[in-house]
């Protein structure tokens, strides 16, 4: 069952017991209250009567006064016409003398043969409610001196119609409680319902993101703790998508790049296979040996340069062997001149170096690697005779290298893509140019090392300027 609902049904339970409590309470006292009233009139009357009676009686003692007789005959007509007069639809009396003669009774035989109330002759009076067939009735019964006897004065009220009240009151209330809980249930349903909606959206985006679905989102319209929650949840589902994009795209970058590598190894080893299998199965003159022979040895010095920039990549990946200190700039300059001067020279292109800042807190052989990669990249993409610049100098907080080249240029969608291990923009040309693919995704690394960048600014057929920014 849905928490919602578990809610629901709780505290509409809960709403239901403390109404049906209250109102069953209401019911109970005010029958109470009604009955105990009724109570204290049939007691009024009767000690109405009472006095009324003995009222007359004393009016008329010097009547009565040595005459028995007439004093029974007097008190009878006055106990006769009282009785008369107090009678109606739900009262009657009845007065008896200590002989158990009646001098008037307007009470049924069933009324009185169920009242059994044997009142004190002291003056205390009884009274006592009983049910007679349907009807309830209150009896009050007590002795009165009325001359010179004593006289028993019995009162019935009928409360029947108090009764069938108080049952109609309680039938009322059933029924407006009844009304009132549908009204009270369906306002909690939709409240709750409402009220709890994003939680039953976090659960369903659970089980989405659960299926591998990371964009689901949950709308959020409040600002209680159910909003904030879902709040909570919809970042948790972004750090959640992020942290899985990173994921797929280093495992997509790794199969990539070991599907590279591979590509890269298949084709040397084919080719020193190939070579040695001739020099092995067949007896070839010298100059073939010696063809033979420096295709294995050019091969091998590939592999090995692959070797060499693979590992170097690696190092950089660790991010502990960046050993940076202050250097002159002149002195990375110098050291790059010497070591590119024959590469250069053997396609007439020369190194044009303009340096603006004197010094730079870099690993000098991880920087000297970068800006050889950089300046091996603009020989290879440039024409013969042909000026490769080195630029460096201070923007603000950064020291900028620029590295430029009048060579064929890279297409504006291919930008990001000269950065990913092992691409070549024309395999056939890069590989007869003894390329890897790389020296630029080595040059980032070692960039993003020092806590800086690298970018490119490049047009087809005009040249390529990389720039690489790093603290200074």
Same mark, same amino acid.
């Given at each position: =069952?849905?928490?919602?609902?578990?809610?629901?049904?709780?505290?509409?339970?809960?709403?239901?017991?403390?109404?049906?409590?209250?109102?069953?309470?209401?019911?109970?006292?005010?029958?109470?209250?009604?009955?105990?009233?009724?109570?204290?009139?049939?007691?009024? $009357?009767?000690? =109405?009567?009472?006095?009324?009676?003995?009222?007359?009686?004393? &009016?008329?003692?010097?009547?009565?006064?040595?005459?028995?007789?007439?004093?029974?005959?007097?008190?009878?007509?006055?106990?006769?016409?009282?009785?008369?007069?107090?009678?109606?639809?739900?009262?009657?009396?009845?007065?008896?003398?200590?002989?158990?003669? $009646?001098?008037?009774?307007?009470?049924?035989?069933?009324?009185?043969?169920? =009242?059994?109330?044997?009142?004190?002759?002291?003056?205390?009076?009884?009274?006592?409610?009983?049910?007679?067939?349907?009807?309830?009735?209150?009896?009050?019964?007590?002795?009165?001196?009325?001359?010179?006897?004593? *006289?028993?004065?019995?009162?019935?009220?009928?409360?029947?119609?108090?009764?069938?009240?108080?049952?109609?009151?309680?039938?009322?209330?059933?029924?407006?409680?009844?009304?009132?809980?549908?009204?009270?249930?369906?306002?909690?349903?939709?409240?709750?319902?409402?009220?709890?909606?994003?939680?039953?959206?976090?659960?369903?985006?659970?089980?989405?993101?659960?299926?591998?679905? *990371?964009?689901?989102?949950? +709308?959020?319209?409040?600002?209680?703790?159910?909003?904030?929650?879902?709040?909570?949840?919809?970042?948790? &589902?972004?750090?959640?998508?992020?942290?899985?994009?990173?994921?797929?795209?280093?495992?997509?970058?790794?199969?990539?790049?070991?599907?590279?590598?591979?590509?890269?190894?298949?084709?040397?080893?084919?080719?020193?296979?190939?070579?040695?299998?001739?020099?092995?199965?067949?007896?070839?003159?010298?100059?073939?040996? +010696?063809?033979?022979?420096?295709?294995?040895?050019?091969?091998?010095?590939?592999?090995?340069?692959?070797?060499?920039?693979?590992?170097?990549?690696?190092?950089?990946?660790?991010?502990?062997?960046?050993?940076?200190?202050?250097?002159?700039?002149?002195?990375?300059?110098?050291?790059?001149?010497?070591?590119?001067?024959?590469?250069?020279?053997?396609?007439?292109?020369?190194?044009?170096?303009?340096?603006?800042?004197?010094?730079?807190?870099?690993?000098?052989?991880?920087?000297?690697?970068?800006?050889?990669?950089?300046?091996?990249?603009?020989?290879?993409?440039?024409?013969?005779?042909?000026?490769?610049?080195?630029?460096?100098?201070?923007?603000?907080? *950064?020291?900028?290298?620029?590295?430029?080249?009048?060579?064929?240029?890279?297409?504006?969608?291919?930008?990001?893509?000269?950065?990913?291990?092992?691409?070549?923009?024309?395999?056939?040309?890069?590989?007869?140019?003894?390329?890897?693919?790389?020296?630029?995704?080595?040059?980032?690394?070692?960039?993003?090392?020092?806590?800086?960048?690298?970018?490119?600014?490049?047009?087809?057929?005009?040249?390529?300027?990389?720039?690489?920014?790093?603290?200074?």
């Amino acid at each position: =069952m849905a928490l919602w609902l578990k809610i629901y049904w709780t505290v509409f339970a809960w709403i239901m017991l403390i109404i049906f409590v209250f109102s069953f309470r209401i019911v109970a006292i005010t029958g109470e209250h009604n009955l105990q009233k009724e109570y204290e009139n049939a007691l009024d $009357k009767h000690a =109405m009567l009472n006095d009324a009676l003995q009222i007359y009686a004393n &009016a008329n003692e010097a009547l009565y006064q040595g005459n028995p007789e007439l004093e029974r005959e007097l008190i009878r007509k006055a106990v006769q016409n009282y009785g008369r007069y107090y009678t109606d639809k739900s009262s009657f009396i009845a007065v008896t003398n200590r002989d158990e003669k $009646k001098l008037y009774s307007s009470m049924a035989a069933v009324d009185e043969n169920s =009242m059994a109330l044997q009142p004190a002759y002291t003056g205390e009076r009884s009274y006592v409610m009983r049910s007679v067939g349907s009807r309830s009735v209150i009896f009050v019964s007590g002795w009165v001196q009325l001359g010179n006897g004593k *006289y028993r004065l019995d009162y019935e009220r009928d409360i029947t119609a108090v009764k069938e009240d108080t049952k109609k009151l309680a039938a009322q209330i059933s029924i407006w409680l009844a009304g009132g809980m549908t009204v009270v249930a369906g306002g909690l349903f939709i409240i709750l319902k409402r009220a709890l909606r994003p939680l039953d959206q976090l659960w369903q985006n659970a089980k989405a993101i659960a299926r591998g679905q *990371y964009e689901q989102r949950i +709308k959020v319209e409040r600002d209680d703790e159910v909003g904030r929650l879902a709040a909570d949840f919809n970042d948790m &589902a972004e750090a959640v998508q992020v942290k899985t994009g990173m994921l797929q795209r280093m495992i997509d970058e790794r199969e990539t790049f070991i599907a590279s590598f591979a590509h890269e190894l298949k084709t040397p080893l084919t080719s020193i296979m190939g070579y040695a299998s001739l020099l092995e199965l067949y007896n070839l003159n010298e100059k073939d040996q +010696k063809q033979a022979v420096g295709f294995i040895r050019s091969e091998s010095k590939r592999l090995d340069e692959l070797a060499v920039k693979l590992m170097d990549l690696f190092r950089i990946s660790d991010g502990k062997t960046v050993a940076r200190r202050t250097v002159q700039v002149t002195e990375i300059t110098g050291q790059l001149e010497r070591a590119s001067s024959y590469v250069l020279s053997r396609k007439g292109q020369r190194l044009d170096v303009n340096i603006d800042v004197a010094e730079v807190t870099v690993d000098p052989e991880l920087w000297l690697i970068l800006l050889g990669n950089l300046a091996e990249n603009a020989s290879k993409a440039s024409p013969e005779a042909s000026v490769i610049e080195l630029r460096a100098n201070r923007e603000g907080a *950064y020291v900028v290298f620029r590295v430029i080249d009048r060579g064929y240029g890279i297409p504006e969608e291919r930008l990001e893509d000269v950065f990913q291990p092992f691409f070549m923009l024309d395999r056939s040309r890069d590989r007869k140019k003894n390329g890897h693919g790389l020296g630029l995704s080595l040059c980032r690394a070692i960039a993003e090392a020092h806590g800086g960048n690298i970018s490119l600014i490049s047009r087809e057929g005009l040249g390529t300027t990389v720039i690489v920014k790093i603290p200074g």
